[in-house]
Every structure is written in structure tokens, then in C-alpha cells.
């Protein structure tokens, strides 16, 4: 199995590099997903809308490993993981397409792993969001609204004139 970007499949510094590969992973996507084939070389993923991203949350859920599969289950709900799904979209400007990464980081780190290990902890009364700026990607402050920094900014030195 390989994953990649579609920069690796597509971009000049993936694999059209070495044109074999190319064509061994080459596979024309027709215009509706629903079609794709699973035997392809390439399989496509779609973007993750709300319910996808539920969804996921709560399979994360189902295979985190616990001592008491109960209490994870009973403090944390599919509401509870609903809710959770759309405060941390919300923050991003309601961009669900970039919401995984800080959702199951803070789903897995905040949520489950608290719950494990405290008890007491019930996350529908002590658990509040909060994401800063320094761990989200650009594209996430971005969509957040927050003002970029210096260390944002690309800086082409090539491009300088420098003689």
C-alpha cells in the first residue's frame, strides 16, 4: 500500500518522476465518486462533511483502548461526539474538510484519554474546547481567522536578486 497527496500522484516531484510508476498508478477517475472502484490501483477520498466526521469519531471511540468499554461508551455519547464535531468545524470557519486533524486530537487526547483516566471526569460537564493557534496548521488558522505571523510567510531567497 502507498498513500500520498495529490501532489505525490500528480505533482512534478511525485511519481511522474519515474514514469513506470506512473503508469502503474495512473487510474481515470470518472465524475461521480459513487462509481469509483475499490479493486483500483488508486482509490479516491472524499472530502469529510459533518456526518463523516461523526461517523468517524465514533468508531475512534469504539476502538479506543479501555479498561471499562462501558464507561467509555456511557460518558462518551454519539451526541457528545456530535457536538464535539461541530464546535471544533465551527472554529474553523465551519470548514469540516479541515477539521479531522484537530478534531480526533482533541476527541482522542482531551476526551477519551481523560475519561480513562479520571473517573470523576464527565465530559459534558468539565470538557471546553479550546484550540490555539500554535497547534493548528496554517490552513487551520487560516479558517479560523486568525491573524498570520511572520514565521507564516514564505520567504523565496532566490528570487531576492541577489548578485
Same mark, same amino acid.
Given at each position: 500500500?502507498?498513500?500520498?497527496?495529490p %501532489?505525490?500522484?500528480?505533482?512534478?516531484?511525485?511519481?511522474?518522476?519515474?514514469?513506470p510508476?506512473?503508469q502503474?498508478?495512473?487510474?481515470?477517475?470518472?465524475?461521480?465518486?459513487?462509481?469509483?472502484?475499490?479493486?483500483?490501483?488508486?482509490?479516491?477520498?472524499?472530502?469529510?462533511?459533518?456526518?463523516?466526521?461523526?461517523?468517524?469519531?465514533?468508531?475512534?471511540?469504539?476502538?479506543?483502548?479501555?479498561?471499562?468499554?462501558?464507561?467509555?461508551?456511557?460518558?462518551?455519547?454519539?451526541?457528545?461526539?456530535?457536538?464535539?464535531?461541530?464546535?471544533?468545524?465551527?472554529?474553523?470557519?465551519?470548514?469540516?474538510?479541515? %477539521?479531522?486533524r484537530?478534531?480526533?486530537?482533541?476527541l482522542?487526547?482531551?476526551v477519551?484519554d481523560?475519561v480513562?483516566?479520571?473517573?470523576?471526569? =464527565?465530559?459534558?460537564?468539565h470538557?471546553?474546547?479550546?484550540? %490555539?493557534?500554535?497547534?493548528?496548521?496554517? =490552513?487551520?488558522?487560516?479558517?479560523?481567522?486568525?491573524?498570520r505571523?511572520a514565521?507564516d510567510i %514564505?520567504l523565496?531567497? =532566490?528570487?531576492?536578486?541577489?548578485?
Amino acid at each position: 500500500m502507498v498513500t500520498g497527496t495529490p %501532489a505525490f500522484f500528480e505533482g512534478p516531484q511525485g511519481a511522474r518522476r519515474l514514469p513506470p510508476l506512473e503508469q502503474r498508478l495512473h487510474v481515470d477517475f470518472g465524475p461521480d465518486p459513487r462509481f469509483d472502484s475499490s479493486r483500483a490501483v488508486q482509490i479516491r477520498l472524499l472530502p469529510f462533511d459533518e456526518a463523516r466526521l461523526v461517523e468517524v469519531g465514533r468508531r475512534i471511540r469504539d476502538l479506543y483502548p479501555t479498561t471499562s468499554p462501558d464507561g467509555i461508551a456511557g460518558r462518551v455519547s454519539d451526541a457528545l461526539i456530535a457536538a464535539l464535531a461541530r464546535k471544533v468545524a465551527g472554529k474553523l470557519g465551519g470548514k469540516v474538510g479541515i %477539521a479531522p486533524r484537530l478534531f480526533l486530537k482533541k476527541l482522542v487526547g482531551d476526551v477519551l484519554d481523560r475519561v480513562e483516566e479520571h473517573p470523576d471526569f =464527565d465530559p459534558a460537564v468539565h470538557y471546553e474546547l479550546q484550540l %490555539a493557534a500554535n497547534e493548528m496548521s496554517a =490552513d487551520e488558522r487560516a479558517a479560523a481567522g486568525i491573524e498570520r505571523s511572520a514565521d507564516d510567510i %514564505a520567504l523565496d531567497l =532566490d528570487a531576492a536578486g541577489t548578485e
